[in-house]
């Protein structure tokens, strides 16, 4: 099937919406650091819409810092590509142009470094993964031990680390005397963009004190909260499409109708008059930790435990009555360590979170929630546990979840089946399971580990209890088993 270009634009669907915009107007306002399918549903869907409104500052140059994957998906599309909204029943299709090019920051280091000290460029959005700022949960700087840190901090010719190209394109920028861009971090962690900034700031010093001086002076780095779900498109997605547009679109991405956005104001340059989904605010922690702890927190347990339960999807999980039951548990526990903002409902957020999950034609893998779990259960889990612990209330949903977590370390579900861990600390994790023997010596190993459980949280007695507790249930029963004891206690 010929694949989508500019030469289809005119003759697609009638209900598919497609730019309004001359392309060859846009000037590229936005540079991007990892596109994978949340940019191009989430924050390039928000720039589309300032380019539909006629401000034609906002395209996109984006690069993946690792895989030449989505590069040789969009190139042949002319960046062109498909956002599909599905509510579940009807499925609603935009084809967005925002992206004007896919730079493979390996392959061209200098395209990118160009594209940041570009004077048109004001903004640069990160989606590189939790893993992806390089820094030590531990510390909060850099990770000394990480090879790619270790050439940045060498040299930043080449650079391998997304704040070794902050830094690289910062100091250019410096010496040809234009000013900083905004650079807003869009990953699910806690103050992402403090932390963005201290990566930074960090690097810029050891090369050059002068280069962080001027950084912290002139830069910015707001906080964000990202939320819009968007699982990883299959090839059955592709072929569906294909089928309704007439043309093949290999980069299309699959979404909710929910987007939302909420930007900490600090700007230090220019920025679009953002529309609907987005909220420019002065606090944006409130949000971010309701976020976290509720839907993330949420999805984190119903991936493990469903996963280890052999089941697939996310709605599927929550076709079990028990599972529905732990999901309101963790959502109890969790909303009571949380200063959420005024403007938030948290009975209709959790209401809403419910509907959101139960889309049944998202089809959100559990085990694509389930990768990377060393960097996602410190803000999503054992934060509020350690809050919960400190006031002397229960913990047994949160703990549930972190235990099929440790169970999940095993590589196989409660049928026998097998999976792989994708973890970047799954070698340590693999290695400390494997000296211990039995549920109560595998939570001590993983507590032992230093890099994921905090320390004082750690050495917790009773709490130790509880985790071992679930993981034994696991271990013996399985995670439906497990679910239903926590439903009858
Ligand atoms: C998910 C998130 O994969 C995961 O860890 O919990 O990607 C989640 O879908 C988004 O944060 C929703 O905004």
């Not at 409104?53 to 969009?74: K, N």
């Not at 100091?171 to 905004?182: D, Q, V, Y």
């Not at 930074?200 to 004190?209: I, T």
């Not at 993981?471 to 088993?481: D, P």
Request: hydrophobic share 45%.
């Amino acid at each position: 099937m010929t694949r989508l270009s500019r030469h289809h634009l005119q003759s697609l669907p009638h209900d598919v919406r497609r730019p309004s915009y001359d392309r060859a107007a846009v000037r590229a306002g936005v540079v991007h650091l990892g596109i994978g399918a949340f940019h191009r549903a989430h924050q390039a869907a928000i720039f589309e819409e300032a380019l539909n409104a006629g401000d034609l500052r906002w395209g996109i140059i984006a690069a993946s810092l690792r895989s030449p994957a989505v590069r040789d998906q969009m190139a042949p599309q002319d960046g062109l590509y498909t956002m599909l909204v599905r509510d579940g029943s009807a499925d609603r299709a935009q084809v967005i142009g925002a992206v004007r090019q896919v730079i493979v920051a390996p392959e061209d280091p200098e395209a990118l470094l160009a594209a940041l000290t570009a004077p048109d460029t004001h903004i640069v959005t990160l989606t590189v993964t939790e893993k992806g700022y390089k820094l030590d949960p531990a510390t909060g700087g850099l990770v000394e031990g990480d090879a790619q840190v270790a050439a940045d901090l060498v040299s930043l010719k080449a650079p391998q680390t997304a704040p070794g190209y902050l830094v690289a394109a910062l100091a250019r920028r410096k010496k040809e005397g234009l000013t900083p861009f905004t650079a807003i971090s869009c990953d699910n962690l806690p103050h992402n963009g403090q932390r963005l900034r201290g990566a930074v700031l960090d690097l810029a010093r050891r090369h050059d004190p002068a280069l962080a001086d001027w950084i912290a002076a002139e830069g910015a780095f707001p906080e964000t909260m990202v939320d819009r779900i968007v699982p990883a498109t299959t090839a059955d997605d592709v072929a569906a499409l294909g089928r309704r547009l007439g043309v093949e679109d290999q980069a299309m991405v699959k979404t909710e109708p929910f987007s939302q956005w909420v930007i900490q104001d600090w700007f230090c340059g220019p920025r679009p008059a953002f529309g609907a989904g987005v909220q420019v605010t002065a606090a944006v922690a409130p949000w971010e930790e309701a976020k976290l702890r509720l839907l993330n927190g949420a999805h984190s347990g119903i991936a493990y435990l469903g996963g280890l339960a052999g089941i697939d999807h996310v709605h599927e999980v929550l076709t079990l009555p028990e599972a529905r039951t732990f999901v309101e548990a963790l959502w109890d526990e969790a909303e009571a360590t949380l200063t959420p903002p005024p403007e938030l409902d948290v009975a209709a957020y959790r209401r809403d979170l419910m509907a959101r999950f139960d889309n049944p034609t998202l089809r959100h893998r559990t085990r694509q929630i389930a990768m990377d779990g060393s960097q996602k259960l410190p803000q999503r889990l054992l934060a509020p546990i350690a809050a919960r612990l400190e006031e002397g209330q229960g913990v047994d949903a949160l703990s549930l979840a972190v235990a099929a977590w440790i169970r999940w370390q095993a590589g196989v579900d409660d049928q026998g089946a097998g999976h792989v861990v994708d973890d970047p600390l799954a070698r340590p994790i693999a290695e400390a399971l494997s000296g211990a023997s039995d549920s109560r010596g595998r939570v001590d190993a993983i507590l032992a580990l230093g890099a994921i459980v905090p320390p004082k949280l750690a050495e917790h007695a009773a709490w130790r209890e509880t985790l071992m507790k679930w993981l034994s249930v696991l271990e013996t029963h399985g995670a439906r088993a497990a679910l239903a004891k926590l439903r009858s206690e």
